[in-house]
């Protein structure tokens, strides 16, 4: 569709990091205002009304995206979230890292951008730590580690989605979407936050039907992408250390809007303020959960927003099990940590 635009000096390229500057301002101010954050709807103190604003989120992202879908704008057919072999065990181990790191940098990636824009020094060095991780596992040193785990696959065949099983998209995504919203409505959230949260999640078919469908050109492809972190995290670093070299893409733009969009709210509504690390032990934990999350969000195929908010939407069941194991990781970890005597 993007060559009907008539655009003679914008590649799709270049438009998709404009286009992905807008939705990672939009993110970033919505996601600084309702504080939405995976982990705090599972272990936060406020975790009913956060997981109000996440479930929220995944279902109007289910429902914009199977609409979308369903009008022929999109299709996942050839996506990675729907290989016929799923590498389960790289999936499993990953999930289960990235929750484990998240507890100990209390926030996953996305969290922790919008922090770092809101003046957090704690989280913007989380956020390189994991960002070289994640390129180091996708293509440097601890990337034979992360093709040993991905060669261990079971193989689904058509089964790779629950679009694919009996009741179909109707079912199955109904489902999810009734289930969230139920336990959304009992969350105490104002409706404020309730919408924004929907509006969070409408970014994901934005974002879909963005870079699938308007952005399309059939000379020029660019990748079909929505809110994620990990890959887009380890793109940004590359190309700011080889701009010159390498172009920007969708990642380098939402990463960028995210980091802005968290900054100007935060200015503008309160929520700014610079704060760093504490104690050399506290440094030492941070530093230890953007390793894991940068090992686990490469093995599990995405984050919370990637794998989870993102993939989900898809009804991939490889998406499914990741963020099933990094919620699994997460309470893991949080049960290792309160067992765990202070000062051991």
């Known amino acids: ?76 057919a050839e996506h990675r979230f729907m290989v016929p072999d799923v590498p389960y065990l790289a999936i499993g181990i990953g999930g289960l890292l990235f929750g484990a790191g998240m507890v100990l940098t209390r926030g996953c990636i996305s969290r922790l951008t919008i922090l770092a824009g809101s003046g957090n020094l704690r989280a913007a060095l989380v956020v390189v730590v994991f960002a ?45 979407v009734v289930a969230a919203l139920a336990v959304a409505l009992r969350s105490g959230n ?21 870079t699938g469908f308007i952005l399309f050109d059939a000379f020029d492809p660019i990748a079909m992408e929505s809110l994620s972190f990990t890959s887009p995290s380890a793109d940004a670093l590359f190309w700011v250390v080889a701009s010159s070299s390498i172009p920007a893409g969708f990642g380098v733009g939402l990463l960028g809007g995210v980091a802005l969009g968290a900054c100007a709210s935060s200015l503008i509504f309160g929520g700014f303020g610079w704060q760093s690390f504490e104690t050399p032990a506290q440094t030492g934990r941070y530093l230890t959960g953007a390793a894991l999350m940068g090992v686990g969000g490469v093995l599990a195929g995405g984050c919370t927003l990637g794998a989870g908010l993102s993939g989900v939407p898809t009804l991939s069941l490889a998406a499914i099990l990741a963020i099933v194991m990094i919620g699994v990781g997460v309470l893991a970890m949080h049960a290792t940590l309160r067992a765990t005597p202070a000062g051991s």
């Open 1 to 76: 569709m993007f060559e009907q635009f008539g655009f003679e000096t914008t590649t799709p390229q270049q438009a998709a990091v404009w286009f992905a500057l807008v939705v990672g301002v939009i993110f970033g101010i919505l996601g600084q205002i309702t504080k939405f954050c995976f982990r705090r709807s599972l272990i936060g103190e406020d975790r009913r009304a956060a997981k109000g604003v996440w479930l929220t989120a995944l279902a109007f992202a289910v429902l914009g995206t199977q609409v979308a879908v369903a009008m022929g704008w999109i299709s996942f």
């Open 190 to 210: 104002r409706w404020t936050h309730l919408a924004m949260a929907a509006m969070i999640g409408l970014l994901v078919p934005l974002a879909w039907v963005g």
């Open 132 to 176: 070289v991780v994640a390129h180091a596992t996708l293509k440097g040193v601890l990337a034979p580690m992360r093709v040993a785990l991905g060669s261990v696959t079971l193989g689904l065949g058509d089964y790779v989605s629950l679009a694919a099983l009996p009741g179909g998209v109707m079912l199955w995504g109904g489902l999810i």
